[in-house]
Antibody, heavy 120, light 109 residues
Framework: EVHLVESGGGLVQPGGSLRLSCAAS????????MNWVRQAPGKGLEWVSY????????HYGDSVKGRFTISRDNANDSLYLQMNSLRAEDSAVYYC?????????????WGQGTLVTVSS | QSVLTQPPSVSGAPGQRVTISCDVN?????????IHWYQQLPGAAPKLLIY???NRPSGIPDRFSASKSGSSASLAITGLQAEDEADYYC??????????FGPGTTVTV
């Protein structure tokens, strides 16, 4: 069974930094593209970042470009999101999400999420 | 205009059939795209409900079905149950926009 467990969320001041982690198990992590998707309180889903299985391709949403960095460690089945220059609007639950390709990309597995709150 | 448009809410009585539309703004996407659907129960993470327009992952009841025609997709829930109260999101993918989610529809039973 696919298992994705996020950690690292918490309260941080505006302008601060936070590093999220996602521990993967139950599948061959190195064979899958991964994503971070976030959800602000009471709002919808927003894709944040994508990393290919070998880390050769990385994409970011416009709202986080230049501030967030996605990375992965296939040897340790882990996904990361380094978040710098945090803003109040970055407050959200952040989900680690596995990408899957049918005839286009979709997310077939989600973690339980980790809450990030940016506030003074 | 949104890339993907969904009604904010739909409601139905237990046992009834409800549908949720997802309209694609073809100004953003090419003419042929796939729509995927997710269910998010209150306080829980999203879960894949339908992929590639019409396909149910294993474990998803056949009460859930979906279709797509042209620039519009639709999710149907038949035999509505109290446990179906949730937010439902459609999603597509574009090489420049990456994953795009609709605004979500709240289903009330």
């Amino acid at each position: 069974e696919v298992h994705l467990v996020e950690s690292g969320g918490g309260l941080v001041q505006p302008g601060g930094s936070l590093r999220l982690s996602c521990a993967a198990s139950g599948f061959t992590f190195s064979g899958y593209n991964m994503n971070w998707v976030r959800q602000a309180p009471g709002k919808g889903l927003e894709w944040v970042s994508y990393i290919s299985s070998s880390s050769s391709t990385i994409h970011y949403g416009d709202s986080v470009k230049g501030r967030f960095t996605i990375s992965r460690d296939n040897a340790n089945d882990s996904l990361y999101l380094q978040m710098n220059s945090l803003r109040a609007e970055d407050s959200a639950v952040y989900y680690c999400a596995r990408g899957r390709y049918g005839r286009s990309w979709y997310i077939d597995s989600w973690g339980q999420g980790t809450l990030v709150t940016v506030s003074s | 205009q949104s890339v993907l448009t969904q009604p904010p809410s739909v409601s139905g009585a237990p046992g009834q059939r409800v549908t949720i539309s997802c309209d694609v703004n073809i100004s953003y996407f090419g003419p042929v795209i796939d729509i995927h659907w997710y269910q998010q129960l209150p306080g829980a993470a999203p879960k894949l409900l339908i992929y590639s327009n019409t396909n149910r992952p294993s474990g998803i009841p056949d009460r859930f079905s979906a279709s797509k025609s042209g620039s519009s997709a639709s999710l149907a829930i038949t035999g509505l149950q109290a446990e179906d109260e949730a937010d439902y999101y459609c999603q597509s993918y574009d090489i420049s926009l990456n994953y795009v989610f609709g605004p979500g529809t709240t289903v009330t039973v």
